[in-house]
């Protein structure tokens, strides 16, 4: 099942459900890309970034990339490309000066995203899951539409600056520029992590693809998010692990495999002083 949206303003949104797709593209807008079913696994300048539900991708126009799904249970994957001066209005009106904004004519700074994954939660969460919703139900509404995607935009500025712009400034450095290094660096670590959290995690590995040495990557990047590499790969499995609780028939022991942990005993340990429930009785309350 595919739809494709595309509004008079050349915005367009796509929506697609399938079992197995492989394509490479030069992506012509700016995109934002959502998984709620499943996973798509995307390659960026030879980094791979596996969405799930739980983030999204964003990818720069005139960025080449790979994509592929490969799954016995359906993959529904939902994308919003916004046309450049869409965007370059949307920055004027944040970031322009009373006069500017008078002026009807005068073109926004062409935007640049950082091209990585983010948490998909909170208002962005709500916003893309309503907007959804409205047009599987056949909603043709070029205004509404555009103001989802209005506040869309939004609520990825606000994650951007909690993601990115207050995580920087909580570097110990001087320098603008070294903190923004170190911060790239550090978001090559959590892709690995988020695209290999089911594997056999080295912090020699992480390090290694993030360009540090393990002890700078562990102190920058504890001082960054405010935990350890290995605390945040823990919350990353227990969260796939939730998910995968709540929306698949997979029984405890194949869910314990799946997410890379090795013990069912210390995973039921951590989940229930996580979330406060064991995994059985959480799986039972999703499913009743």
Do not use: W
Not at 120 to 125: Q, V
Not at 168 to 184: G, V
């Amino acid at each position: 099942m595919k739809y494709v949206k595309e509004l008079s303003n050349r915005n367009k949104i796509v929506s697609e459900t399938t079992c197995e797709a492989i394509s490479e593209q030069k992506n012509t807008a700016y995109t934002i890309k959502f998984v709620f079913a499943g996973t798509e696994d995307c390659e960026i300048h030879k980094r791979k970034l596996s969405i799930y539900p739980d983030s999204f991708a964003v990818l720069n126009a005139g960025t080449t990339y790979s994509s592929k799904i490969d799954s016995l249970t359906p993959v529904n994957t939902f994308s919003i490309s916004f046309e450049k001066k869409f965007l370059q209005d949307f920055q004027l009106s944040l970031t322009g000066s009373a006069e500017q904004l008078l002026e009807t004519e005068t073109p926004g700074e062409a935007p640049s995203f950082i091209e990585s994954l983010y948490p998909f939660k909170g208002d962005m969460r709500y916003n893309i899951l309503h907007l959804k919703s409205q047009l599987d139900r056949g909603l043709n509404d070029e205004m509404l539409i555009n103001e989802y995607l209005h506040h869309c935009l939004l609520n990825y500025y606000k994650i951007y600056n909690q993601e990115v712009l207050q995580k920087m400034e909580r570097l110990s450095f001087i320098k603008t520029k070294t903190k923004q290094e170190i911060l790239k660096r550090l978001t090559l670590a959590k892709e690995y992590i988020n695209s290999n959290y089911n594997q056999n995690i080295l912090l020699e590995n992480i390090a290694d693809h993030a360009c540090l040495s393990v002890n700078h990557l562990l102190r920058t990047f504890k001082e960054a998010y405010q935990i350890s590499p290995y605390q945040y790969l823990v919350q990353l499995r227990l969260a796939r692990a939730k998910h995968l609780l709540q929306n698949t028939p997979y029984s405890l022991n194949e869910i314990v495999g799946l997410v890379g942990f090795e013990c069912p005993s210390s995973f039921i340990r951590l989940f229930k002083s996580t979330f406060n429930v064991t995994p059985a009785k959480y799986k039972r309350m999703k499913t009743a």
